[in-house]
């Protein structure tokens, strides 16, 4: 089955796991505050239901998921169908791009970070919010994944690979930060957001 099949047929199951773990949520969303800038235009790559495009306040956002596009929509995103190896708009449009728990559903990595390099202006911003595999929570979700509706399927991903993928993109002035769970102590709990700045040749 397609992973924009199964997200469609439990696009509510999803969307709830946000309201019955509020204090997940706001970490991760706290998270993403201190990268997402305030200003510009913004793209959330893999929108789902605006969970995090909805607070962080950015304008538009694409998705495989008709009935996720169709949720975020709701919540004032203007969500069109696409997918991250493919974004349907033109080159330099974006002042940031945000990619948040996503990188794991892509068939490509390499060729998302492209697109999204593609999209972005010059100096602009690309977020990734992501599991780490070799972390306390990736390692738990791995270990759950045969019996995740979501996540049977999902590819994670490291620290240094996500690093690399962006060095070898032209993304610098790489960032990082990670939240902290109490189930974890006083290590970082997996969730991990990095920042990259695009470089290369202004656009004319």
Aim: charged share 25%.
């Amino acid at each position: 089955m397609e992973q924009s099949q199964i997200f469609d047929d439990y696009v509510e199951m999803y969307d709830r796991w946000y309201d019955e773990h509020p204090r997940i949520y706001q970490s991760e969303v706290s998270a993403l505050e201190h990268f997402v800038p305030w200003y510009g235009t913004g793209l959330e790559v893999g929108v789902g239901t605006a969970r995090f495009a909805a607070p962080l306040h950015i304008e538009y956002g694409i998705d495989p998921s008709p009935e996720m596009a169709h949720l975020a929509a709701q919540r004032e995103i203007t969500a069109v169908i696409g997918r991250g190896e493919c974004i349907p708009f033109c080159d330099n449009t974006f002042d940031f791009v945000l990619m948040a728990t996503v990188i794991c559903f892509v068939q490509d990595l390499e060729k998302a970070i492209l697109e999204s390099a593609r999209v972005l202006k010059f100096q602009g911003t690309l977020i990734l919010a992501f599991i780490d595999r070799e972390s306390p929570l990736g390692t738990e979700y791995r270990c759950d994944a045969e019996s995740s509706v979501f996540f049977r399927h999902a590819k994670f991903h490291t620290l240094d690979e996500v690093r690399n993928v962006l060095t070898a993109a032209k993304f610098t002035q790489q960032e990082v930060i990670q939240t902290v769970f109490e189930e974890y102590g006083s290590k970082p709990s997996g969730f991990v957001v990095i920042r990259g700045i695009k470089e290369g040749k202004k656009a004319p």
